[in-house]
């Protein structure tokens, strides 16, 4: 299928250099919001815990925000999310996370009986059954397993850990459960965070407004976060080294840089629109930069062939022209494939929710850019390069080669 009739050629080259002022000031644009502002990182990024709740009654985002505040969280995050089967659905996001102290963990182990090797516990405070001779906490601070050397006492074991004050079990009938009658172990589950927070809404807004259980909890602690953000910038780096060396082994040294930079730029300015639409950057959004790293890198590629065969055939052109022809020329194939793509992500965006939504935008954005950018940015870069090192070239032949001093020592003439 053409849209264009056969021959017809587009002089794109001669608007290349409005385009590229145009891209310095996208990049330049997006480089600066990075750093002021900066990107809104999500909780897999920032470290926190999250919830969605889809309440009961009328409240607006300020009522959510006010009671959260109200229970003991500061600074809370509240977004109301789009949901045709319940107005009232809203993310909450809090930077607490469920942890346990250290100085609440000696505590827990002391009520429980612990005690080490070469000590004693008080036989009548702890009896066999209720006497933790092990005590791991989980790594996310909400359970506790214990094991014990007789059948433990659960009731006992009850009020040992409400005897301290800032640890809250969590209400349920099998908690605290035995895991392994045989070992008499164990396991405790703790209130988290997004039992707290809930638990702190209800007290706030009335049982009759909130549900039972949010539709959602998701937490991660600062340390699990930040070491997500580096490794997805380095799985973005490490992506765009590997296509480097993929272009340079498959076309030439001319080819890679232009490939690189528009990769580089289409993910500088899909991060830029993110931080402009206050929209988080989470794992998912990376996950879309990825892809759209290697779909410009794939139109770019296809472009670049035909570049490479247009220059075996019209070796009269100049390298302007070779990229106007190959351009033009596969100019309907970039609008089927980047428009068949652009409809199925404009689906998602339109009709999809939460997560899904941001990745659809991620999408929606960089099919535009990286279309943009394959025939304004990588062409041009690479009839630069192509121009550079044929300048250097002809400077090498044309300088002409200095005369080399005689070794013969020059004879004075006699007198």
């Keep these: 299928m053409e849209f264009f009739k056969p021959g017809r050629q587009f002089d794109f080259m001669g608007l290349r250099r409005l385009f590229f002022t145009i891209s310095g000031i996208l990049i330049l644009g997006s480089i600066i919001l990075m750093f002021y502002p900066g990107p809104n990182y999500g909780t897999d990024f920032r470290g926190g815990t999250e919830i969605e709740v889809g309440f009961t009654g009328d409240i607006d985002a300020a009522g959510v925000r006010g009671a959260v505040e109200r229970a003991g969280f500061s600074g809370p995050d509240v977004v109301q999310v789009v949901d045709e089967h319940n107005p009232h659905h809203f993310l909450i996001r809090v930077q607490d996370v469920t942890a346990i102290r250290e100085e609440d963990k000696d505590k827990l182990r ?39 050397d007789a059948d433990p006492d659960l009731a006992k074991i009850v009020e040992q850990i409400t005897s301290v004050g800032n640890v809250k079990l969590r209400v349920s009938a099998t908690n605290p459960q035995i895991t392994n009658p045989r070992d008499h172990r164990v396991e405790i589950q703790l209130q988290s965070k997004g039992d707290q927070l809930m638990d702190g809404l209800r007290a706030q807004l009335g049982a009759q407004m909130v549900p039972d259980k949010a539709l959602r909890v998701e937490w991660v602690g600062p340390k699990a976060g930040k070491q997500l953000r580096d490794s997805a910038r380095n799985a973005v780096a490490i992506s765009v080294v590997f296509i480097m060396l993929y272009l340079a082994f498959r076309f030439d040294l001319r080819f890679a840089p232009g490939v690189v930079i528009a990769a580089l730029h289409d993910a500088t300015i899909v991060i830029g629109v993110f931080i402009v639409a206050h929209k988080e950057v989470t794992l998912s959004t990376i996950a879309a930069v990825l892809t759209i790293v290697g779909y410009s890198m794939n139109d770019t590629v296809v472009v670049y062939d035909r570049i490479r065969e247009n220059l075996s055939k019209h070796r009269g052109k100049t390298f302007a022209q070779i990229i106007n ?28 929710t939460g997560v899904l939504k941001d990745f659809a935008l991620a999408m929606v954005v960089g099919i535009i850019v990286g279309t943009y950018s394959s025939i304004y940015v990588a062409a041009p870069l690479t009839e630069w390069i192509d121009g550079m090192m044929a300048r250097r070239s002809h400077t090498k032949k044309v300088t002409p080669n200095k005369p080399k001093p005689s070794k013969l020592a020059k004879v004075p003439a006699k007198a």
């Design 325 to 352: 022809l190959s351009v033009s020329e596969t100019l309907s194939r970039t609008i089927l494939t980047s428009g068949a793509t652009m409809l199925s992500m404009l689906a998602f965006f339109f009709w999809g």
């Design 110 to 148: 002391a009520a429980m009986c612990f005690t080490k090797e070469g000590e004693t516990a008080d036989p009548v405070r702890c009896p066999a059954s209720a006497h933790a001779s092990e005590v791991k906490f989980s790594q996310g601070g909400d359970k506790i397993a214990a094991r014990y």
